[in-house]
Every structure is written in C-alpha cells, then in structure tokens.
C-alpha cells in the first residue's frame, strides 16, 4: 500500500527574514530581499546578492556547538527547528525514531576548506584546524541537523546543485509512501558567500549586477543567494493520529536527466520532468493551476523553461499561473527549491499565487502569464515546483491541497 | 609559563575550571575527549611553534605529559 504524504511544518531562513512569516509577507508583498552587494568580501564582481541579514550565530547556538557548525549547518538546525516546532512536534522530549532526515546542499564544506586553503597557500602556515573534517565534510550538515533535532531514522545529503532540495523531498515523500518511515525532515541549505565561490560565479558571467528579473526581456541573470528552507513530511495516517495540521498533500514528483550539456538545458528533458510529475501523481495537464518556476532570469533558462512548460501543458500552458520567486529570495543553489517549496506550499495553503518580482518587459519568446511584481489572490488546488539544475538535473514536485 | 599557556588552552576547549588543571591531572578528567585532544595538540603547536608527532600520542594522559614535551 502506498502512503499518502503530507506537508505539515515548514521553516525558513531566508534573506526576506528568520521564519516563516517574515518570509510570507514579504512574498505576499512582492518585496525583493535582493540588496547590493555589502558583504566585506573584496575583488568579486557581483555588487547585488540575497544575503540574510541579522542572524546572530550566538543566539542558536553555544560556543562548543559553533566549532562544528558551517553557516549552512546553522541555517538548516534554525529551519529545521522552526519546522519540527511548526509541525508540532517537540524537539528533545524524545528521540524522532521512525523519521529521516534528507537535506540537500550544493556547496557544502566549502566554507571551512576555503579557510584551511587560505592558511595553507596564502599565510604559509602548516596546519589546519582539527575540526576541518568534522565540520567540512559534506555531509556534517545533516548530522548536525540530526544531532539537534533528534532524527534517528535514515539521514543523508543530497547534492545535485540548484535542485538538491527538491531532490531531497523526493526522497522523503518515497521512503513515507513505502512505510519505510512515518515522519520526514527535508529540505535544503546554503550559503555560497565566500571569496572563492564568489569568484567562481563572477567568471561563468551568468550573475546579473542589476538584479533578478525573470522572464522580463530584460533579464540580465541570475543573483546568488543564501538561505535555508525545511518541510516536515508525515504519512496521512501519522498526521490524522496526532491531530497536525495540514497545508498541503505532495501527490507526485517528477525526475530526469539532460545527460547532455553542463549548463544549457535541455527543454525535452526537461518537459518530460513535468510529464512524468503529472503521471506520477495520477493528474491531468489541466488540473494545474500555478507552477513555482526555476525561472532564474538567465536569458537561455527562462526561454527554455517556457518551451518546456508548452510542450507539457500544450494548450493548457495560457491558462496557467507561473511565477519565479527567486525574484525575491535570491538563487540560493542547493536551498533554492526548498524555499520555493515553501513558498509554494503557503501559496496552496493561502490561495495566493506569489508574483514574479522586479518583472518590467514582456519578452516574446517568454509568452505566459508569469504574475508579474503583484500576488494574485486565486484559489489553487494543485501546483508543480520546478528545479532544474546544472549539470542537466531535474526534478519537479506536484503539491495538492489536501482533501 | 608553559602551564599557564596550556590551563588556557585546555580551559578554552573543555570549558573545565582552569583550578582543577594540574600537572598531574588526567585529560580526560578535565573533559578532554579524543577529538578535543587533538584541538589542545593544534592549540599547542601553534602555541609554542612546535610539532607533536603521532606517535606519542598514546603516551599523552596527564597535563604533565605535555609539559615534558615542550
């Protein structure tokens, strides 16, 4: 028997506030969190970014505690926190057994490898700190979630760079449809602000020094971005038992791979994620009524996702409502399609489709209704949240509102 | 002093009172775990720009132990 999934917690940190409702208001609002570019990192080029702004490590978390947390170790046990509480269920009482814990992260580690190289190579020094394992290896981020929450059931992450988050909820919803377990703790984290990756940004030329404008002709890239988003998943029966409360049903997802350009999408491939969603979740084309985009305001991205969306919807694709909040939020890599889950999710919960911010001239070959700058107050019974990430990786979610 | 120096170090990385730091003092007594031992032995080095080698590591068990390496 397969298990009916549900969301029923969500947490958030994000550069439009620390928790879930400074997100939603912003959202509500239109308001971009994409601010110029003040960190003290010299010699990038970016001048905007989605950074978060007034989280103080030391209040979360104890001095011990911070030598073996990254910042995108901090942000997801701070989402995850928010989540595990929002769903109701109490952190520390006692040990989450029959629950997973799936995070998803694109640069995980990064962080503290880019200081030890810098001691190395730059000051001369001849050794690193003997946390740098510990606290840099990649998968230090969901062992310091399990560790704080308490999660005692399957945990790993999941890299596959801008999709990791969805790709984790994937992974979630399955192992709660098969039995495998009642609860899951998904979602995905990130915090690419560090001299080196900056850099390594600057010279794909894909970063916009204007700011992000999906599907507006004149989009000019993507702003990179940091943040934390996490859903608490529960089988059907184990929410109904414990009384939680309900947003949203995951009724299908969605995966393929381009296997083919690095970079370039591949709109087949690509369409196909969304096909395949639709099928998985037992739905037509015509009972969806907002796709969350990837829309990252690169020029090739959002052509290529429109297409996609015509070849999957065919004459339904006028019909629908398609917004990309990374408008707001930022592109916050292996966090980005968790805090589009979110937001998707509270768009089902709310009956409010988000807008496309900083959205300003229609482009030709973008030619759908992308919500621009205003949030619509519209009833939504079924959404898809779309991440295609780099290196062709694909994978689409289709959220119902529970009946 | 080298004592000095190490009951901040050990101080700063187990939290213990720097009171119950004597030469005699076992490091485990003091809160020192296998993973914090090897943060006093970073702590050390850098302290006192010197290099512990592995291979002593084993016979490490007291304060005093590291005093004499010093």
Sequence with gaps: MKHRVLVTGLGIVSCMGLNLKAFWDEIKKGRSGIKPFDLPIEG?????????????????FSAKELSFLERCSQFAI??????????GLVIGERPLMNAASIVGCAGAGQETFDEASYRLYKEHRSRVHPLSVPKGMACSVISQVSIHLRIKGPAFLISTACASGAHALIQGVSMIQSGMVDVALVGGTETPFNYVQLKSWDA??????DTCRPFSKDRSGMVLGEG?????????????KRNANIYAEISGYGMTSDAGHMTRPDVSSVANAMKNTLRNAGINADEVDYINAH?????VN?????????KAFGDHAKKLTISSTKSMHGHALGATSALELVATTLALKNSVIPPTANFTVADEQCDLDYVPNDARKQNINTALSNSFAFGGLNAVVALNKHA | MPLEKITKIITKVSGCDPETIKPDAELEALGIDSLKAMIVLFEIEEAFDIEIPNEIIPSIVTVNDILKRL
Excluded at chain 1, 78 to 87: L, P, Y
Excluded at chain 1, 228 to 240: D, P, T
Excluded at chain 1, 295 to 299: C, I, Q, S, V
Excluded at chain 1, 302 to 310: G, L, P, Q, V
């Design chain 1, 44 to 60: 990038t080029k970016m001048s905007v970014a989605a950074t978060v702004k007034g989280f103080n490590p030391e209040k979360y």
């Design chain 1, 295 to 299: 829309g990252t305001g690169t020029l």
């Design chain 1, 228 to 240: 934390a988003g996490m859903l608490v998943l529960e089988s059907e029966e184990h929410a109904k």
């Design chain 1, 204 to 209: 794909l030329r894909i970063v916009s020094n």
């Design chain 1, 78 to 87: 701070v989402a995850a926190r928010e989540a595990i509480s929002d769903a």
């Design chain 1, 302 to 310: 959002d052509i290529a996702e429109t297409k996609a969306i015509h």
